[in-house]
């Protein structure tokens, strides 16, 4: 009986155990989170594997060499943004990382306002570093969307024109990438219907895969956008529970400041009249 009665009164402690670490997860950083990785990792990955397709396409379609080491042509801009990529990858996840230990930070001072947790001015600070980044990040992703926007753009006129060869026969449809600012205008990479290069650049599936490869390119960097107006929500919020919390933290250890004083002078009181008494 007292071994059922040990063995409740543990699962019971580890239940309680769990129900604290749980209630300490600031869910809405978490869920702001998990949306900031799923889109960046979205972004970067569709988007490195659409610019190597790219590639594939100007070489073998239009017939795209690169140029001289030195220069800078279609494929040294689309390497240098593959690095952009990289970077972008690792950096909001130490980005996203960081956010949550604010998150936890924030928490852990509102929960443990009356314990020994004393809310500094420095973690005020920070809140309202990250709060100022994060909005610099949101406009940054707004950039990057309309960026990413683009090759959507082209990749569905060029989508579009091969649907039409199908349904119009012998209309004279041609693609031109320096309509695009692919190429200098001084080269003729022109690739019209009817010609054979056309017909296997419009059949392959390296022009369908790399079209929609940017088209989820551009959802991740959508979801990066709505992730920060969620981080800012957030920390706005945050910032506000912060901002009151230290005030009522004032406020206590003004009044326990008084009532230790109070406390003080009737206690030098009583003994000035138990020294007068006796």
């Known amino acids: 009986m007292e071994e059922d009665m040990d063995e409740g009164q543990t699962q019971k402690g580890c239940m309680e155990c769990c129900l604290k670490c749980l209630g300490g997860i600031p869910y809405p950083s978490l869920i702001a989170t998990i949306?900031?990785?799923a889109g960046v990792a979205l972004f970067c990955g569709c988007g490195h594997e659409a610019l190597s397709g790219t590639v594939t396409i100007l070489q073998n379609y239009f017939e795209v060499i690169r140029g001289p080491a030195d220069g800078l042509d279609v494929f040294t801009i689309i390497d240098i943004?593959?690095?952009v990529i990289y970077g972008i990858a690792s950096a909001f996840f130490v980005y996203g990382i960081l956010l949550m230990v604010e998150g936890f930070f924030t928490s852990g001072a509102i929960k443990d306002?009356?314990?020994d947790f004393k809310i500094t001015t420095c973690g005020r600070c920070v809140s309202?570093?990250?709060i100022m980044l994060t909005y610099i990040f949101m406009l940054a992703w707004l950039g990057v969307t309309a960026f990413t926007?683009?090759?959507?753009f082209m990749?569905?006129?060029i989508w579009t024109i091969c649907q039409n060869t199908t349904v119009l026969e012998g209309a004279s449809l041609c693609l031109d990438p320096r309509q695009f600012g692919v190429v200098p205008i001084g080269d003729e990479k022109t690739v019209c219907a009817g010609s054979e290069k056309f017909y296997k650049m419009c059949e392959s599936n390296e022009l369908d895969m790399t079209f929609h490869l940017f088209v989820c390119a551009l959802a991740g960097a959508g979801a990066a956008v709505i992730a920060m107006i969620h981080y800012l929500m957030v920390l706005s919020a945050n910032w506000a529970y912060v901002k009151d919390a230290?005030?009522?933290q004032k406020y206590e250890d003004c009044k326990s400041k008084e009532e230790q004083e109070l406390h003080d002078i009737h206690s030098t009181r009583s003994k000035e009249r138990l020294n007068a008494y006796t």
Not at 149 to 152: F, M, T
């Open 149 to 152: 926007s683009l090759p959507v």
């Open 155 to 157: 990749y569905f006129n």
């Open 81 to 83: 943004i593959k690095y």
């Open 35 to 37: 949306l900031l990785y």
């Open 113 to 115: 306002l009356y314990g």
């Open 246 to 248: 230290c005030k009522m």
């Open 128 to 130: 309202a570093w990250f």
